[in-house]
T-cell receptor
Framework: TQLLEQSPQFLSIQEGENLTVYCNSSSVFSSLQWYRQEPGEGPVLLVTVVTGGEVKKLKRLTFQFGDARKDSSLHITAAQTGDTGLYLCAGTGAGSYQLTFGKGTKLSVIP | GAGVSQSPSNKVTEKGKDVELRCDPISGHTALYWYRQSLGQGLEFLIYFQGNSAPDKSGLPSDRFSAERTGGSVSTLTIQRTQQEDSAVYLC????????????FGSGTRLTVV
C-alpha cells in the first residue's frame, strides 16, 4: 500500500505571507496531483506532475515533484483569503489508475 | 453534462436502512470512481469502473456495499443495513482513460446515519 504523508496538517497564516505544504512517501509515484477542496464541494484538480524534478507554476502557486518521484511540495506566494481550503496531494503508481490521497493540509488565510 | 453530478447532496437515514447514492459522470469519461471521505481522514478508495471491464471492488469495506454502472454512464452506490460508521461524504469522480491526468469530482453526498 502506497502512503502519502502531508505536512503540516493545519496552517493558519496572515494574508500576504508565503507558505509551503509538503507531501512525502517512501514509494515512487508515476504521477502526483494536487487538489484543493472547499467545504461542501469535491476536490478540484490544480496540477499534475509526472517527471522527477519537474516544477510547475500556476499564478502564485509553485508545485515541485522530487527527483526520485517520492515527494512533492506546494508553495504559495503572497497568500490571499481566497486560498483558504483543504489541499490534498494524490499519487498514482506505475500502471495504476487508483489515486492514493494524503490526509490533506487545511489552510486558513486570515485577512 | 458539464460536470460530475451527484444526488442527493445530503441524506439522513436511520440505522439499518438501505441507501442509494447516484453519480452522473462527465459525458465521454470512461473511468468512474467512488471515494469516501470521513472527518479528519483522507479520501478512501471504494470502487473503480473502466469501460466494460469488470469493476475493481477492492476498496469496498464490507459486503453491505455494492455499486453498479449502467450503460457505461450513471453509477449507483448502494449501502445496505447502514451503520453509524458509514456516515461520511461519498465522492464520485470521473476521468478520461485511466485518470493519470486527474479526476473531476462531484460535490459529494453527505450521508448521516442516525
Amino acid at each position: 500500500t502506497q502512503l502519502l504523508e502531508q505536512s503540516p496538517q493545519f496552517l493558519s497564516i496572515q494574508e500576504g505571507e508565503n507558505l509551503t505544504v509538503y507531501c512525502n512517501s517512501s514509494s515512487v509515484f508515476s504521477s502526483l496531483q494536487w487538489y484543493r477542496q472547499e467545504p461542501g464541494e469535491g476536490p478540484v484538480l490544480l496540477v499534475t506532475v509526472v517527471t522527477g524534478g519537474e516544477v510547475k507554476k500556476l499564478k502564485r502557486l509553485t508545485f515541485q515533484f522530487g527527483d526520485a518521484r517520492k515527494d512533492s511540495s506546494l508553495h504559495i506566494t503572497a497568500a490571499q483569503t481566497g486560498d483558504t481550503g483543504l489541499y490534498l496531494c494524490a499519487g498514482t503508481g506505475a500502471g495504476s489508475y487508483q489515486l492514493t490521497f494524503g490526509k490533506g493540509t487545511k489552510l486558513s488565510v486570515i485577512p | 453534462g458539464a460536470g460530475v453530478s451527484q444526488s442527493p447532496s445530503n441524506k439522513v437515514t436511520e440505522k439499518g436502512k438501505d441507501v442509494e447514492l447516484r453519480c452522473d459522470p462527465i459525458s465521454g469519461h470512461t473511468a468512474l470512481y467512488w471515494y469516501r471521505q470521513s472527518l479528519g481522514q483522507g479520501l478512501e478508495f471504494l470502487i473503480y469502473f473502466q469501460g466494460n471491464s469488470a469493476p475493481d471492488k477492492s476498496g469496498l469495506p464490507s459486503d453491505r456495499f455494492s455499486a453498479e454502472r449502467t450503460g457505461g454512464s450513471v453509477s449507483t452506490l448502494t449501502i445496505q443495513r447502514t451503520q453509524q460508521e458509514d456516515s461520511a461524504v461519498y465522492l464520485c469522480a470521473s476521468s478520461l482513460d485511466y485518470g493519470g491526468n486527474g479526476y473531476t469530482f462531484g460535490s459529494g453526498t453527505r450521508l448521516t446515519v442516525v
